[in-house]
């Protein structure tokens, strides 16, 4: 599974994000399927950036969001 994102997007992409999640949970543990997430922002998603969203993305899953 493949998604676009930029992570300063205040819109639709945390709804995207969260319904990604929600899927990627469901294959957590099939080795054969992969999710594999790309910023479309490379100048404003930078690895601070990227790790912090990485964060929320991680507690969102952790609390079924």
Do not use: W, Y
């Amino acid at each position: 599974m493949a998604s676009f994102f930029f992570s300063s997007c205040p819109g639709i992409c945390p709804s995207i994000r969260t319904k990604l999640n929600k899927v990627q949970e469901k294959f957590l543990k099939d080795a054969d399927v992969k999710t594999l997430q790309h910023s479309i922002r490379p100048n404003t998603d930078t690895v601070a950036t990227l790790k912090n969203t990485l964060t929320i993305m991680a507690s969102s899953v952790e609390n079924g969001i």
